[in-house]
């Protein structure tokens, strides 16, 4: 499963540098909640950034927990979004805005 999760994550980073007839097109406008809670069952609020697409209609997701405060992931939630999934992404329990 590791692997698979590896595997996709490169797969999503080296997109970036697809040539430009190659990459997806940015076709959507972005919509950006910031500092969202999400209550966990032993009473701790961990915070999340989501970037999505402005528009109707269901839309993958992709969930990014990082240990190095969700604001590093704002010019790849910006993108993909743009390219139509909702990026959600959080801070770990314990690190920057999120509680622990």
Request: net charge positive; no cysteine; charged share 25%.
């Amino acid at each position: 499963m590791r692997r698979i999760v590896a595997s996709f994550l490169f797969a999503a980073g080296a997109s970036q540098f697809a040539p430009p007839g190659l990459a997806a097109e940015e076709k959507y406008e972005v919509t950006v909640e910031r500092g969202v809670a999400a209550k966990m069952r032993d009473g701790v609020t961990l915070r999340a950034d989501i970037y999505r697409p402005k528009a109707d209609g269901k839309f993958p997701v992709l969930l990014v927990r990082t240990p190095y405060d969700k604001t590093g992931e704002m010019n790849f939630g910006l993108r993909a979004a743009a390219r139509g999934y909702v990026v959600i992404s959080q801070d770990v329990r314990g690190r920057f805005t999120s509680e622990g």
